[in-house]
C-alpha cells in the first residue's frame, strides 16, 4: 500500500533563513506521481508541484525549489530566504498510477511551518 | 483555480441529524472527490466520483453517502451525524495543467457536530 511520511510535525525559522520540508513515500509502482501542497492559515489548498517518477530533475520555482531522489524515496521542498507569507501547513501526496482509474491521492499528515519575522 | 464551490462554508449541527454538503464545478470536470482533514491525519479521502451517477468508496467512508445527478454537482450526506464527524471538509476536482492532471481544491467545509 502507498504511504506518505512527513515525520517534521512543525518547524520555527527566522525570516530569511532556509528551510527543509522533508517526504518520503512508499509505493510498489514504478509509476507514480508527487505532490506538494500549501495551506495557508486562510484554510484552503494550494497546488505547488507535480512530478512523474521517471522525471528526477530537481525543479526551482522563485523561491522554491525541490529534490526528488528515487534511490532514497524522497521528495523534499526547500524554501530559499523565507517569508513570513510562508507560514503555512505543507503537505506532500503520492498518486500511483493507474491508468484509467481514480487518481486519488495520498496525503502525508503535513508539516506547519511557522516563520518568525 | 478550478471554480469549485463549497456549501455550507461553516455549519454546527446536532448529533443524530443528516447533513448535507454541496462541492458545484464550473470546469465540467469527470472526477470529484470528497476529503475530511482532521489534526494528526492529513487528508483522507471519503469518496469520489467519475462520472454522473458514479461513485466508489475512499478510506474512511464509513457513516457517509454520496450522490453526483449532474456532472457539475456533488453532494455528500451524513446519514446521522456523530462528534467524531466534526471536521474540515474538502471538495477537489481533477484538472488538466501543461504537466498533466493534477487535483484541485475548494475552499473547505467546517463541520461542528454537537
Known amino acids: 500500500a502507498q504511504k506518505v511520511t512527513q515525520a517534521q510535525t512543525e518547524i520555527s525559522v527566522v525570516e530569511k533563513e532556509d528551510v527543509t520540508l522533508d517526504c518520503v513515500y512508499e509505493?510498489?509502482?514504478?509509476?507514480?506521481?508527487l505532490f506538494w501542497y500549501k495551506q495557508p492559515p486562510s484554510g484552503e489548498l494550494v497546488f505547488l508541484i507535480r512530478?512523474?517518477?521517471?522525471?528526477?530533475q530537481n525543479e526551482i520555482s522563485g523561491r522554491y525549489s525541490w529534490n526528488f531522489q528515487k534511490s532514497t524515496s524522497s521528495f523534499n521542498f526547500t524554501i530559499t530566504a523565507s517569508q513570513v507569507v510562508d507560514s503555512a501547513v505543507y503537505f506532500c501526496a503520492l498518486r500511483e498510477y493507474s491508468g484509467a482509474g481514480s487518481y486519488q491521492l495520498t496525503f502525508g499528515k503535513g508539516t506547519k511551518l511557522s516563520v518568525i519575522p | 483555480d478550478a471554480g469549485i464551490t463549497q456549501s455550507p462554508r461553516h455549519k454546527v449541527t446536532e448529533t443524530g441529524t443528516p447533513v448535507t454538503l454541496r462541492c458545484h464545478q464550473t470546469?465540467?470536470?469527470?472526477?470529484m472527490y470528497w476529503y475530511r482533514q482532521d489534526p494528526g491525519h492529513g487528508l483522507r479521502l471519503i469518496h469520489y466520483?467519475?462520472?454522473?451517477?458514479?461513485?466508489d468508496k475512499g478510506e474512511v467512508s464509513d457513516g457517509y453517502s454520496v450522490s453526483r445527478s449532474k456532472t457539475e454537482d456533488f453532494l455528500l450526506t451524513l446519514e446521522s451525524a456523530t462528534s467524531s464527524q466534526t471536521s474540515v471538509y474538502f471538495c477537489?476536482?481533477?484538472?488538466?495543467?501543461?504537466?498533466?492532471?493534477?487535483?484541485?481544491f475548494g475552499e473547505g467545509s467546517w463541520l461542528t457536530v454537537v
Open positions: 466520483s467519475y462520472g454522473v451517477k458514479d461513485t
Open positions: 512530478r512523474n517518477s521517471f522525471d528526477e
Open positions: 509505493t510498489r509502482d514504478t509509476t507514480y506521481y
Open positions: 470546469e465540467n470536470h469527470r472526477y
Open positions: 477537489a476536482t481533477l484538472g488538466t495543467t501543461l504537466s498533466g492532471n493534477t487535483i484541485y
